[in-house]
T-cell receptor
Framework: DGGITQSPKYLFRKEGQNVTLSCEQN?????MYWYRQDPGQGLRLIYY???????QKGDIAEGYSVSREKKESFPLTVTSAQKNPTAFYLC??????????????FGAGSRLTVL | AQTVTQSQPEMSVQEAETVTLSCTYD???????LFWYKQPPSRQMILVIR??????QNATENRFSVNFQKAAKSFSLKISDSQLGDAAMYFC?????????????FGEGTQLTVNP
């Protein structure tokens, strides 16, 4: 079945360490996104990518980095510069559409806890 | 910048009853899309319903329907015949109608409890 796979589901990190969250999709979608979810704040966009080797900052990109070397993969690195990284992270994707009508498909999420 | 506001952090409904979740948004665009997503305890985001701004007719998906008031920039979700499985966090979201790469902006969410 097609879908988005995020790993790991749970991740613990010590302060000062970088961690990378994996996001892989087999839907042949062009655009991919990373969102951060905190209680009471909804989902906030970290980074997004419309095509391979290109990506744009979202609303809260500071302390994060991404790459898009392959169409199916969009890993997110949470760096030590991110001051409050404990959160739930969601990856999403959608196929190309000139109208913006396409619906996002989401992964199951990754829960990052900084100890 | 577009904003989406959900003014009800929590709502509750009795099983089989009807509940309406509110959402307002702010935009200067004329072409856009609005969505309601559901996030159950599993935290998997699921699309509930989508509305195109150029359509006057309100979208409906089985027990879920919307009341889209474009002039008032309001987009409420009505759940009829509520079921226990409807208990979840519900997010309203907005997207510009330009390209599929445009960002989806979410509201803060409404936690819906369904009482048996």
């Amino acid at each position: 079945d097609g879908g988005i796979t995020q790993s790991p589901k749970y991740l613990f990190r010590k302060e000062g360490q970088n961690v990378t969250l994996s996001c892989e999709q087999n839907l042949n979608h062009d655009a991919m996104y990373w969102y951060r979810q905190d209680p009471g704040q909804g989902l906030r966009l970290i980074y997004y990518s419309q095509i391979v080797n290109d990506f744009q900052k979202g609303d809260i990109a500071e302390g994060y980095s991404v790459s898009r070397e392959k169409k199916e993969s969009f890993p997110l690195t949470v760096t030590s510069a991110q001051k409050n990284p404990t959160a739930f992270y969601l990856c999403a994707s959608n196929p190309y559409s000139p109208s913006g009508a396409n619906v996002l498909t989401f992964g199951a999420g990754s829960r990052l806890t900084v100890l | 910048a577009q904003t989406v506001t959900q003014s009800q952090p929590e709502m509750s409904v009795q099983e089989a009853e009807t509940v309406t979740l509110s959402c307002t948004y702010d935009t200067s665009e004329s072409d856009y899309y609005l969505f309601w997503y559901k996030q159950p305890p599993s935290r998997q985001m699921i699309l509930v319903i989508r509305q195109e701004a150029y359509k006057q007719q309100n979208a409906t998906e089985n027990r879920f329907s919307v009341n889209f008031q474009k002039a008032a920039k309001s987009f409420s979700l009505k759940i009829s015949d509520s079921q226990l499985g409807d208990a979840a966090m519900y997010f309203c979201a907005y997207r510009r109608g330009e390209t599929s790469g445009s960002r989806l902006t979410f509201g803060e969410g409404t936690q819906l409890t369904v009482n048996p």
